[in-house]
């Protein structure tokens, strides 16, 4: 089993910038992608930014150039610059694992952006 605590949200206005962690325990070495996902009010969850084990990353076309994810082995992060009023949402930490289950996700943490 994996369990992954998140920190950081919180308010902040259009154009300025957040840093969300995450820190995974558990079963960490089986441990493949961590990942930021984000779901606001009425829309449905979608991807924000991944990295495997080996640093590989891709992003969601929407925050590209604006939000960096980074990892240093149990923790993963994600630098949010420029921050938008679109970027409101709760963001929830995702790891994939070679368990069963195989992916676990953290309790999320609100971002607010306000205009």
């Known amino acids: 089993q994996v369990q992954l605590v998140e920190s950081g949200g919180g308010l902040v206005q259009a154009g300025g910038s957040l840093r969300l962690s995450c820190v995974a325990s558990g079963s960490i070495g089986s441990i493949t992608t961590m990942g930021w996902y984000r779901q606001a009010p009425g829309k449905q969850r979608e991807l924000v930014a991944r990295?495997?084990?080996?640093?590989t990353t891709n992003y969601a076309d929407s925050v590209k150039g604006r939000f960096t994810i980074s990892r240093d082995n149990a923790m993963v992060s994600l630098q949010m610059n420029s921050l938008r009023s679109e970027d409101t949402a709760v963001y929830y930490c995702?790891?994939?694992?070679?368990?069963?289950?195989?992916?676990?996700w953290g309790e999320g943490t609100l971002v607010t952006v306000s205009s």
């Open positions: 995702n790891a994939d694992a070679t368990l069963w289950p195989s992916m676990y």
């Open positions: 990295i495997t084990r080996g640093g």
